[in-house]
């Protein structure tokens, strides 16, 4: 994956852009990544996958449903498992 600086990538737009058409470009301040410039075929390509994984991951919720497998939360219960996800325990979405 190509890098840019922040200071760089204004400076050569035009040629972030066309970095872009060919791989991700990573643009950096201070040295650390905090961007990632895609063309929009990649991003496109990107945002279908994440849709048919949450389409599959609800279809999978709905399956758990069908077979009676669900698990009843009470409101602590439920802050908890919030709590959880937020923190990034996707486990926690499948006991």
Do not use: C, N, W
Not at 31 to 58: H, N, Q
Not at 67 to 74: C, H, I, N, Q
Request: no cysteine; glycine share 8%; hydrophobic share 40%.
């Amino acid at each position: 994956m190509k890098s840019f600086s922040a200071h760089e990538a204004k400076a050569r737009f035009g040629a972030l852009l066309d970095a872009a058409l060919r791989e991700p470009v990573t643009i950096e301040k201070h040295g650390r990544p905090v961007a990632v410039l895609l063309s929009t075929e990649d991003y496109e390509e990107l945002e279908a996958i994440k849709l048919e994984r949450l389409r599959a991951e609800i279809q999978a919720g709905i399956d758990d449903i069908e077979r009676g497998e669900v698990t009843e939360y009470d409101e602590a219960g439920l802050r908890v498992l919030a709590e959880e996800i937020i923190a990034g325990g996707e486990t926690a979405t499948r006991r």
